[in-house]
């Protein structure tokens, strides 16, 4: 038989662990395996971004809160960071608020009694900049890929309830 004639085997879908696809909900092994994947892509892009940037060694939560942090030019408390990126051990993003502190890229404040962090204008030069490497590089590159903007919008819908549920679930999980 030829290679033309030959039949691709069926396959199932695209995960990396198929004792798990075979479920109820095979896709949300697919999406598990999506998520992985797209979670260490984008881990490696913003750490490569603020290097081309021009910013110190950082790590993908740092990153995630320096910009959380320039967000809306407001000053964030520890259990608000903690809180919008889901971050369950205050431990690290307490270090990395430190680290961040020590670059002198956000600096100590004050809300009332509660101990605020708030961006520098080193922090704020610098997020411009990886808005810039990031426009050139990265946004260039995903609207080459002719998505319509609005159904990347419903994949980060999907994504974020998606989050509830294995938050619930891990709640019940630890409950057993």
């Known amino acids: 038989m030829s290679d033309e004639k030959r039949a691709l085997p069926d396959v199932g879908p695209v ?3 198929a004792h798990l696809a ?3 909900l095979p896709a949300l092994s697919e999406v598990e395996f999506a998520v992985t994947m797209m979670n260490n892509a984008y881990h490696r892009w913003m750490v490569r971004c603020m290097t081309a940037a021009g910013g110190p060694a950082m790590s993908p939560l740092e990153v995630l809160i320096l910009h ?3 967000h809306r030019d407001r000053s964030k408390t520890l259990a608000e960071v ?3 990126l889901n971050i369950e051990d205050t431990h690290l993003a307490n270090y990395a608020i430190r680290k961040l502190t020590q670059a002198g890229l956000v600096e100590p404040g004050r809300k009332g009694k509660e101990k605020t962090i708030q961006i520098t204008a080193e922090g704020a030069k610098l997020c411009a900049r990886y808005k810039e490497v990031r426009e050139a590089l990265l946004v260039r590159a ?3 890929l002719g998505r319509d903007p609005d159904d990347i919008s419903r994949v980060a819908a999907l994504l ?3 989050s509830g549920s294995y938050d ?5 999980a630890a409950a057993l």
């Open 142 to 144: 995903a609207r080459q």
């Open 22 to 24: 075979q479920s109820a």
């Open 168 to 172: 619930q679930a891990a709640r019940a």
């Open 15 to 17: 995960v990396s662990s």
């Open 68 to 70: 959380l942090v320039h």
């Open 82 to 84: 903690c809180l919008i």
């Open 160 to 162: 974020r309830a998606l």
